[in-house]
């Protein structure tokens, strides 16, 4: 039975981490900065109390987050059985769905007694034995200092930037509607601890190649607005990547460049990869785009979210076009006079 209450459910799974002496930890596929962050500070926290761990990720992480690893994670399916045979637990962090957990999950839900899940996700499956699933934190970070705290584990310099990378990207560097006092109570400890968030900044953000900005180039030409300009769509084709020489790495954040525009209330990045079609989606406050990428398997949070699809990418597009202008024609419906009412507009 999983845990239900964020309480019981820190305490259950600091107790578990506390008997063990050997963990695996683990984030999803294409991971991003919050998942990477977590783990990267998990593990230095095991390694400080004297405990062996090791990380695992299905996906290459993007070079933009290489510092975070003395010793860079195991990567691809292939090595996860040997891993996860050989310690006490796995834990498994920013993701609760199976269909994240690329090329591993069948393995996963096989060794399911022995692994933990700390996540703030809204889309979850029955991965862990243990599962502190909190929806109200803005990162998964957050929550690993919460759990760090629980379990007396140090936080130490290098713990404390990555538990910042975690945090700051997945808020947008603290602008977006996530950002609440408890995160930035948690990015005020992290500071004190001697993180420098300019430099950290730099980077991750102002540390480029000249490629990804051709790429970006691109993608910007490829911009459509719909629904009187409310939903903007953009897409990247593997024609762009060889154009361009690009990695599809490059493309993490795009999915926000048309946010900048004043009327966009949604946008939707497809990229075309060399075996599926992923897809992100963003919106600002009217739509909630989890529900969107739910209907296409996928999942998120309510103005971030994510799926992969196989086959056509422009017969994608059209679907995903269709299902967030009838979202934004409900919101529409149900807006206040002289706030969008009546602008259906798709």
């Known amino acids: 039975m999983c845990e239900k209450s964020v309480d019981s459910a820190t305490t259950a799974i600091a107790e578990t981490l506390t008997r063990a002496r050997s963990l695996l930890v ?22 400080a109390a004297g405990k062996s761990a090791r990380l ?51 393995q996963i839900q096989a060794l399911k007694d022995k692994v933990v899940v700390v996540d703030h996700h809204a889309t979850s499956d ?6 502190w699933l909190d929806t109200s934190a803005a990162a998964s970070g957050v929550m690993v200092v919460e759990l760090l705290d629980e379990l007396g584990w140090a936080i130490d310099a290098r713990a404390a930037e990555a538990l ?56 910007l030409n490829s911009l459509e607005l719909h629904c009187d300009g409310r939903l903007a ?46 897809v992100s989606l963003r919106s600002r406050d009217d739509i909630d785009v989890s529900a969107v990428a739910a209907r296409f398997g996928g999942g998120g949070h309510r ?4 799926l992969r699809a196989a086959g056509d990418i422009d017969h994608l597009k059209a679907r995903l076009v269709a299902a ?11 807006a206040p006079r002289g706030r969008g009412a009546g602008q259906s507009g798709c």
């Open 56 to 106: 695992f990720v299905p996906d290459a992480v993007p070079k933009r987050y290489d510092h975070l690893f003395e010793q860079p994670p195991a990567v691809g399916a292939e090595h996860f059985a040997d891993l996860a045979d050989d310690c006490d637990v796995i834990v498994v962090v920013d993701t609760c769905a199976l269909a994240q957990l690329d090329g591993i999950a069948e």
């Open 233 to 278: 769509v953009m897409t990247v084709r593997r024609a762009d990547f060889d154009a361009t020489g690009a990695r599809p790495e490059e493309t993490e954040n795009l999915v926000n460049e048309p946010l900048r525009l004043a009327a966009v209330d949604t946008a939707i990045l497809l990229v075309e990869n060399a075996d599926c079609i992923r």
């Open 303 to 306: 103005r971030a979210a994510g």
């Open 26 to 47: 683990v984030t999803h596929g294409r991971p991003d900065g919050d998942g990477l962050g977590s783990m990267a500070a998990l593990a230095s926290g095991a390694a």
């Open 324 to 334: 967030c202008a009838e979202k934004l024609g409900e919101a529409a419906a149900r």
């Open 126 to 131: 029955d991965v862990g034995r243990l599962q």
């Open 164 to 219: 910042m990378t975690a945090i700051t990207t997945d808020t947008g560097w603290l602008r977006f509607a996530n950002t609440d006092g408890r995160c930035l109570r948690a990015v005020a400890r992290l500071v004190d601890a001697g993180v420098r968030p300019d430099r950290l900044y730099r980077r991750i953000y102002q540390n480029d190649r000249p490629q990804r900005l051709a790429l970006i180039s691109r993608v």
